[in-house]
């Protein structure tokens, strides 16, 4: 089981996320989206598409833009739609 945690909090955990680069994209119905809101924060890559940022208020700490994910993206990333990734200077990703 991979998940993702912030202050013993966690924000994912699901048995096979899927990694592009590295990084674990978790699967949408195993984010605790209750930790999350959207961020007004875009940015876009080549092949992946626009990513769209969440932010956590957790234990009286606010981390912008903790997690990424991509509602629409390029053809060659479509497995990875609305999976999201967390960074791993902002979280523990054990």
């Known amino acids: 089981m ?12 699901h ?3 899927i990694m592009v680069e590295g990084i674990y994209y978790f699967p949408p119905e195993s984010v605790n ?6 961020s ?10 626009t990513a769209s940022y969440y932010s956590a208020q957790i234990h ?8 990424w994910y991509y509602a629409d ?5 479509s497995h990875i739609k609305d999976h999201v990734a967390f960074y791993k200077n902002k979280v523990t990703i054990e």
């Open 2 to 13: 991979v998940k993702a945690t912030y202050r013993d909090e966690i924000l994912a955990e």
């Open 15 to 17: 048995s096979n996320p």
């Open 33 to 38: 989206k209750s930790l999350l809101a959207s």
């Open 40 to 49: 007004d924060t875009s940015t876009e890559c080549a092949w992946k598409g």
């Open 60 to 67: 009286g700490d606010n981390v912008r833009d903790i997690a």
């Open 73 to 77: 993206p390029k053809t060659k990333a």
